[in-house]
């Protein structure tokens, strides 16, 4: 039986992950809708950035150490994005905002595709 996720992280962005949450303790991401941070993939320890009703739990990704780091995303954005599958990924350079990769050198993108045909049902979007 398929596995179906919403979002996925990358082993590079994985093991940062894994370094930051050692650093920082439990972190979660929302993805950005833009503005000031553009439309990067935003990386918080848990609490400091806080969501409610008007996000979207997109998943928790597995980067090993027992750590799962959960992604959100605003309602509103979600409706736009709603057909798409995302992976987190870690690129060299400097993001920008109070994402804690900012002072390693790296930042976290978001890549993505549109979802295929079993997905689409999985999620009742077919």
Do not use: N
Not at 41 to 63: A, H, I, K, Q, R
Not at 83 to 90: G, K, W
């Amino acid at each position: 039986m398929a596995d179906f996720h919403r979002v996925d992280v990358s082993e590079e962005a994985a093991a940062l992950l894994r370094t930051l949450t050692e650093q920082h303790g439990p972190l979660m991401f929302h993805q950005s809708g833009g503005c000031c941070d553009g439309s990067a993939p935003m990386c918080y320890p848990v609490g400091m950035f806080l969501t409610g009703s008007g996000d979207v739990l997109l998943g928790e990704l597995e980067v090993g150490l027992d750590a799962t780091v959960p992604v959100y995303m605003s309602a509103s954005q979600f409706e736009y994005w709603k057909y798409t599958h995302l992976t987190i990924d870690v690129v060299d350079g400097r993001g920008s905002g109070f994402s804690v990769e900012s002072p390693t050198g790296k930042r976290f993108l978001t890549r993505s595709r549109m979802l295929d045909q079993a997905e689409l049902e999985h999620f009742a979007l077919a």
